[in-house]
C-alpha cells in the first residue's frame, strides 16, 4: 500500500521515524510528509492557507532510509494530508499513518489531538487512517517499537474497503511488546488528566495546567493503558449523517 506517514511532533522526532520503518519493514510504499517542527495540540487544523503565502516546503534525508521521500512542511500535521490528497506529493496515499506520538490521545483530548486530527482530515478525502500514540513518561525511554509494530498490524483492519473510510485511535503502553497484557477495543473516556485553567487579564496571561490523572471508568482507553493493554477506538470520520429531524424542529421553532 501507499502510506503517508506524518505526525505533529515534527519530521525528525523519533516517533515518527519508528512508524516509518515499521511500515517500509512490512513492504508498504511510504511518503513522509510531516511539520518542521512540534505542533502539537493543532487538532485538524490547516492554518491560513490564503493571503499569507504557502507555508514552506523541503526534501529531507534520512540516514536510516535515505531512498526515502522525506517532506517537511512548516505547517500543522493536518495541512501535510490535506495538500497530499490534493496531489501535492504525487499518488494519492492509500492509508494516513499518524503517529508515534510520545503521550497518550485518550479521551476528550482526541478533539484536540493533531496526531489524530490528521487521520480525520484523511477521511473527509475518502482515505483510511490511523493514529498510534504511546503513554506518557517522564522516568524511562519510549519504546517506540512497540507501538510502531502495534500500529503496522493495524493497517489490514484499517483499509478495508467496507464503506466509510475507517479511523482508528490506537494508545499503546510504554512497555517491552512482549510486556503487553493484549489488545482491547475502548469507549473514550471522559477525561484522562485533571487540567485546570487560570486567566490573569492584567499580566496578559492564561495558564493551563495538568494538575494530576482523572480515576477512569473500567473499559475506557485510559484505563485499559494504564493496566498495560493497547487501546484501540474507531472513531467517526468526516462522513454523511443519517437524517436526525433536526432541520424539521428548527422549523418548528421558527413558526
Known amino acids: 500500500m501507499r502510506i503517508l506517514v506524518t505526525n505533529d511532533d515534527g519530521v525528525d522526532s523519533p516517533g515518527i521515524h519508528a512508524l ?14 510531516a511539520p518542521t517542527d ?13 493571503g499569507s503565502g504557502p507555508p514552506p516546503v523541503e526534501r529531507r534525508v534520512w540516514d536510516e ?43 476528550h483530548l482526541v478533539l484536540h489531538s493533531g496526531t489524530v486530527g490528521a487521520t480525520l482530515t484523511a477521511a473527509g478525502y475518502g482515505i483510511p487512517g490511523f493514529a498510534v500514540s504511546i503513554d506518557w513518561s517522564e522516568t524511562r525511554d519510549y519504546e517506540w517499537t512497540t507501538a510502531a509494530r502495534v500500529a503496522a498490524a493495524a493497517v489490514e483492519w484499517v483499509a478495508k474497503p467496507d464503506g466509510d473510510p475507517r479511523v482508528l ?4 503502553p510504554n512497555r517491552p511488546f512482549d ?20 486567566a490573569d487579564v492584567s499580566s496578559g496571561d492564561l495558564k493551563i495546567e495538568i494538575k ?12 485499559l493503558v494504564h493496566d498495560g493493554y493497547v487501546s484501540v477506538t474507531p472513531l467517526m470520520s468526516i462522513v454523511r449523517s443519517p437524517a436526525t429531524g433536526a432541520a424539521e424542529a428548527i422549523r418548528t421553532a421558527l413558526d
Not at 485511535?169 to 499503546?172: K, Q, R
Open 212 to 223: 494530576g490523572r482523572a480515576d477512569p471508568a473500567p473499559g475506557t482507553d485510559v484505563a
Open 20 to 33: 516509518a520503518e515499521a511500515l517500509v519493514t512490512d513492504g508498504h510504499d511510504v511518503l513522509v510528509v
Open 65 to 107: 532510509f535515505p531512498e526515502l521521500t522525506v517532506h517537511a512542511i512548516d505547517a500543522p500535521p493536518a495541512t501535510a494530508v490535506f495538500a497530499a490528497c490534493l496531489g501535492a506529493f504525487g499518488d494519492l496515499p492509500d492509508l494516513v499513518a499518524s503517529g508515534v506520538n510520545p503521550g497518550a490521545n485518550t479521551g
Open 179 to 198: 510486556a503487553l497484557l493484549g489488545i482491547r477495543e475502548a469507549e473514550l473516556a471522559p477525561a484522562g488528566e485533571v487540567w485546570v485553567a487560570s
Open 38 to 50: 512540534d505542533r502539537s495540540g493543532a487538532g485538524a487544523s490547516i492554518g491560513r492557507l490564503h
Open 169 to 172: 485511535n490506537i494508545n499503546v
